[in-house]
């Protein structure tokens, strides 16, 4: 299984980005999508995310601002960032927990990141 992100870049303060991440492979199901970011000297920190009961989680620096979906069809997750502040600077990664066509286990799958990079 793999994830490609897209969707990042430069904007501007007040601007908005829309990342897409699409899992590939032997996907049985999708148990947990979410997107996390990570800045220089920091640790990885969640910014929106699935939660078991069908609803969304967001960190609250994303709350009011980011949108997350999903698209089961696509094995697909986005995030609608909106009103974006050079705090939202980093790289931001999709998460997916997987279980797999060849074995009924969870697995835990990241992207390679995308940077989405806010100036002021």
């Known amino acids: 299984v793999q994830l490609q992100a897209s969707g990042g870049g430069l904007v501007q303060a007040g601007g908005s980005l829309r990342l897409s991440c699409a899992a590939s492979g032997s996907i049985f199901s999708i148990n947990a999508m979410g997107w996390f970011r990570q800045t220089v000297g920091e640790q990885r920190e969640l910014v929106a995310a699935f939660t078991n009961g069908g609803g969304t989680k967001y960190a609250d620096s994303a709350k009011g601002r980011f949108t997350i979906s999903g698209d089961n069809a696509k094995n697909a997750v986005y995030l609608q960032m909106n009103s974006l502040e050079p705090e939202d600077t980093g790289v931001y990664y999709c998460?997916?927990?997987?279980?797999?066509?060849?074995?009924?286990?969870?697995?835990?799958?990241w992207g390679q990141g995308t940077l989405v990079t806010v100036s002021s």
């Open positions: 998460r997916m927990v997987v279980v797999t066509t060849s074995r009924p286990l969870e697995y835990d799958y």
